[in-house]
Structures are given as C-alpha cells and as structure tokens.
C-alpha cells in the first residue's frame, strides 16, 4: 500500500509460520514449552480423595506429585469457559503446563478456537516457542470430529497469536512456531484439514488487514491494487478486472458514482472471478462487498456520540471478507463452482461536487432514487453491484455490507443479520412453501466457522416508509425497522430469478474493546463455496 496524507507507510511484517504437527504420543513423553490441556467442568471432577478422575489429568498430577489437582483446588479453577491456569515446571518434560477451561461442554468449532487463542495467548505471556495441545476428553469424538476441532484448534492458535503491528514503531514478534496437536489422530485427511486452516485464517489476517488499515492508507486504488494482487498471486484460478469511473458511467451505475462524486480519491469498480483450472462449472456464485473505504456521511455528516465517525475506516467490511474469500479460495482451489467477487469502492466524503440530500440518482437498472439522507450510502454503492452481478449469469448471490446501526442495536456487536428472499417451490401435491435452502447453506457454514448469524425478516409492508412522490424509492425508511427496509431497498436491485442473502456485518467485523478488527464473514463465506462446490 502505499503512503498518502500523513506520511504514514505500512511496515511490511512477515508473521511467523507456525508449524502444526498431529501426534498420538503419550502426554508424559511430550517435550517443550507448553502442554496445554482443554478441560470441561466434567473433566475437573474429582473423587472424595480430591483426586482427578479424568484419565489424562490423572496421568499428569501423578507426574507432578499431586500439585495439579491442588493448585486447581486453591485457585477454584473448575473448568469454566474463559478461565485458565498455568504450571511452571522446572524439572518436568514440559517447561508448563495449563489447563484451558471449555465449559460444561464442548462440541462446537467455535469452542475449540477459543481454546487456540488461549493456548496463544499463554504462549505470548511465557513466549514459548514449542506448545503441544491435548483434550482431557476426546475419546467420543467422531472421526468426522476430530478433524473439524483439530481444525478449529489450529485456526484458534493462528489468529490468536497474530497482532497488526504494521502502524507501530516497536511491533511484538511472538516466538511461537511449533504446536503439537496430540490425541486426535493422525494422516493425511487430517493433515489436509490443518492445512485447510493454515489458508482461512492467513486470509482472515488478510481481511482483518484490510479493515484495520486507516483511510490515508487504504484508499479506494489502494483497495483494488490489493485486489489485483490476489489475483497474480493465484492467476491460475482467478483473474482481476478493475472498472474505472468512466467505465462504471458506461454501464449507467449513477447510484454507485453518486456517492463517490465527492471525493478526491476516484472511484474503483472491482471483479475478481474465480474459474477451477479444469472440469465442469455446475453453479455460479457471486460474493458483493460494500467496499466505502470511509464514510463521513456527506452532507447528512456523522455528528455526535455514538456516530462512530472514528471508525468508519471500517465500513469495507464487507468488501474485507468478500476479497479474504478470494484469497482463501485461490489457495484451496474447489472444484466444480464458479465464483464473482465484487466490490464498488469509493469514499463518502463532502464537496462542492458531492451528493447532497434531495437529490435524484439513477441505477445501472434503470431505477431512480431519491437520497433523503447520503449516509445511507452503503446501499447506494451495493444497488449497482448487485445489478452487475445479476448480469454474470449468477445463480446465488450473498452480499456483505456493515449497512446499518440498526442492526447492533437489534443483535448486539457479535451476530451479523441475515435478509433472503424466500423463493417459492411448487410440491408434488401442488402445495406452496417457501424455500430455506440458502439460508439453511449459510447457516451450516457458519456452524463450521463458529461465527455467529441471526436470521431476520422481510417484511414487505415496511416498504411503504421506501415510496418517493418523485422517483421510484427514497434510499431511506424511518429509523423503525432500519435494518429490514435497507434489506427491502437492496432488493430492489436482485433479478427475481437469482436467489439471493444479504448478511448485515456492522457488529462483528470490529472488536470495540481491542480496536482491532475481527476478519468476520471470511471463514462462512469460503465454508459456504465449498458447500455448493461439493
């Protein structure tokens, strides 16, 4: 990236590669730094003698003398999810040992990744450089299961253990570089499967890049020079095409132009397209990001506490998990499914030249807007992508968008907001019902990646808040129901033929406490392209 206002000019950081390794060893011959064992409340039980009754913890305390099971005593560490506790073990094989709480039970990835990133976090305190992780229960653990959390485990470590520290003068280097993942098998689907994690979260680090670089840096050019580089790095599969302003005139995407009209930074119209190298395409996907590099509202300017003008470096988002999607997928190389990436990048910014609110646009799909308040802009800039992507040949259509406030405020900072057309299917018996299929695609996904979705409603009487006396719509309804009527409004430029989810992400790309973001959407989105390439 490079440099603009402010002199500021990322660091080029290589982070550390950490090699994971499946054993089936026994605990007590394990050699390093950390053996750290996940532990359900069930597992810390113990007998009238106080005593562990668990197999492996058992194993360990008789190693250590009985100083395991009196230490958890005397800190009332009972295996809660969240709460730890780490050994300094001089004369023992391992330098420490710890005990990473799962919970009362733990059977979803999302458990297991937390369990990485706490097994990261004590690597940092104590910088280890060898760590072994281990289940103080796995033997109910399907095969199928023992892949999906030896997965989890390694995803958790990785992006546990990154920091961005590209916009510090001192950044920390964590030593970590070998794990050990014991008791869950060994062999090439699971070596296969510890890969598959390695490629997600180096394209989460990516995502969370992206989103957390600021907007003197990341600028729409900067934005798309990424892009194009992804498509370098894996031009056997994916190939770039990058629209100026001038050609997005062409293609009459007025709504789109009419946001970026008033920045210094011009607009880039972005289309990655993924095509497998060899065999039959059997269905064509395309993911829309909204992609505002900032948003300073316009002349409807953000003002206030809580208008989180500060962040608004944040509002690509959507376009962060659309291209770390890219990333992922031109690693791992899915068969079968032809993917579009799309991403209409601009700033929002006020001048002379700008939308002001009153204004009439027009859509590449021919329908005209009425902007009753340019910092429902999001919309604006996702109408004529979405237009465009109708118009590869499209069967699904997912897009990403940090769009509303109203959905925080609905979900909290942590579930993004799921809309989707329900389309219509005619039964044998001649019966109408409504089709889940997309939404019930990307919910298994997400049960895969551990994050977190809530599905919302259409309602489309709520439209009636969308009607212009002048043009076809307003771009925004009244502040009841302000996550569904921008769903409603998106709509508006689907082909009916398309079916098509809008996913809401304004609360969990960023960690509010950290100030850091999070690379959310990524893992469901290559997770649901792997669904519809098998």
């Not at 069930?42 to 668990?54: A, C, I, L, R």
Request: contains cysteine.
């Amino acid at each position: 990236m490079a440099h603009t206002l402010g002199l500021t000019q990322p660091a080029n950081i290589q982070h550390p590669k950490i090699s994971f390794t499946a054993k089936e060893i026994d605990v007590a011959e394990w050699k390093g730094d950390i053996l750290a064992v996940g532990v359900t409340e069930k597992d810390m039980s113990k007998d009238e003698n106080s005593k562990f009754q668990n197999s492996i913890l058992k194993k360990l305390d008789g190693l250590l003398g009985g100083m395991l099971a009196e230490v958890s005593s005397e800190e009332d560490f009972t295996g809660k999810a969240g709460k730890s506790m780490v050994l300094r073990l001089p004369s023992c094989g391992s330098k420490r040992v710890g005990l990473i709480g799962l919970g009362k039970t733990a059977s979803y990835p999302a458990s297991f990744q937390r369990l990485g990133e706490a097994v990261a976090a004590a690597s940092k305190t104590a910088q280890a450089n060898s760590v072994a992780i281990i289940l103080a229960s796995s033997e109910d653990l399907s095969n199928e299961s023992k892949l999906s959390t030896a997965s989890a485990i390694a995803s958790g470590t990785v992006l546990g253990i990154y920091e961005d520290g590209r916009y510090k003068s001192e950044p920390r280097k964590p030593k970590l570089n070998s794990v050990d993942i014991i008791g869950l098998g060994t062999g090439p689907e699971l070596e296969k499967k510890l890969k598959y994690a390695e490629n997600v979260s180096s394209a989460i680090i990516f995502g969370r890049e992206l989103v957390n670089s600021p907007a003197n840096v990341l600028t729409p050019a900067a934005l798309a020079a990424e892009a194009s580089n992804i498509a370098s790095l894996y031009s056997d599969v994916l190939s770039a095409n990058i629209l100026s302003a001038e050609q997005c005139k062409e293609l009459k995407m007025g709504s789109y132009l009419g946001v970026a009209a008033a920045s210094a930074n011009p607009p880039h119209f972005i289309h990655l397209c993924y095509k497998p190298s060899s065999g039959p395409i059997k269905t064509k996907l395309a993911l829309v990001g909204k992609g505002l590099t900032f948003d300073s509202g316009g002349y409807n300017i953000k003002t206030g506490a809580g208008c989180s003008i500060d962040i608004m470096k944040t509002d690509m988002g959507g376009s962060a998990a659309v291209l770390g999607a890219a990333k992922a997928l031109g690693q791992i190389k899915p068969p079968g499914v032809e993917v579009h990436f799309i991403v209409a990048s601009c700033e929002n910014m006020i001048s002379g030249t700008g939308m002001r609110p009153g204004d009439i646009i027009t859509a590449s799909n021919g329908k005209t807007i009425e902007v009753n308040n340019t910092d429902a802009e999001g919309r604006l800039t996702l109408a004529d992508a979405l237009v465009y992507a109708c118009n590869q040949g499209v069967d699904k259509i997912v897009d990403l968008a940090t769009l509303t406030g109203a959905c925080i405020v609905a979900l909290g900072p942590s579930i993004a907001g799921i809309h989707n057309i329900w389309i219509l299917k005619v039964l044998k018996k001649g019966v109408f019902t409504p089709s889940d299929d997309l939404a019930k695609e990307v919910f298994e996904a997400s049960e895969v990646s551990g994050e977190k979705f809530w599905r919302m409603p259409l309602e489309e009487s709520y439209w009636e808040s969308m009607k212009s006396g002048v043009a076809d719509m307003v771009n925004t309804g009244g502040r009841q129901g302000g996550a569904i009527t921008a769903a409603l409004f998106l709509k508006q430029f689907v082909d009916e033929k398309v079916q098509w989810m809008h996913i809401d992400l304004a609360g969990p790309v960023w960690n509010d406490k950290k100030r850091v973001a999070t690379g959310f959407g990524i893992a469901t989105l290559v997770e649901w392209v792997l669904k519809n390439s098998s």
